[in-house]
């Protein structure tokens, strides 16, 4: 009877494990999905300063300050704020967008045309 016992605790361990590495796995194969999008702020001028993207997505964007003075990437309605130093590479993530337009901007900037930009999804 008790080896009977230590044989089933041993399976539903077995079970558990497996069941844990799986969802692991397939975690980090959905981290690997993630799109990556590379922005560059110098001085006022965002590139690229249009990014579309699928609706329902998950995103990251790797922004750097190529610039001279400090950059900003800020989008009120994503709330998302990022101040970066000159010379300094950060990045910001987004999350399931709706589909529509969302415009986000270098608040350091603002009085240039070229501190502007927007995500498209769709």
């Known amino acids: 009877m008790m080896q009977k016992w ?7 361990l077995a079970v558990i494990v497996a069941s844990v590495g799986a969802a ?3 975690g980090a194969a959905q981290a690997d999905e993630m799109q990556i999008i590379n ?4 001085d006022g001028v965002i590139t690229p300063n249009r990014i579309e993207v699928a609706a329902g997505s998950t995103f990251k964007i790797v922004v ?3 610039g001279s003075s400090p950059a900003e990437f800020e989008s009120l309605r994503l709330h998302r704020e990022k101040v970066l ?3 300094v590479t950060s990045f910001v ?3 399931r967008l709706s589909a529509g337009t969302y415009e986000f901007y270098d608040e350091f900037h603002m009085d240039q045309e070229t501190a502007n930009g ?3 999804a769709k």
Do not use: E, H, W
Request: hydrophobic share 50%; glycine share 4%; charged share 15%.
């Open 6 to 12: 230590k044989q089933a605790v041993f399976t539903i």
């Open 39 to 42: 922005m560059d702020i110098k």
């Open 24 to 26: 692991c796995l397939s």
């Open 93 to 95: 993530v987004i999350r």
């Open 64 to 66: 750097t300050n190529s």
């Open 118 to 120: 927007v995500i498209v």
């Open 85 to 87: 130093a000159p010379g």
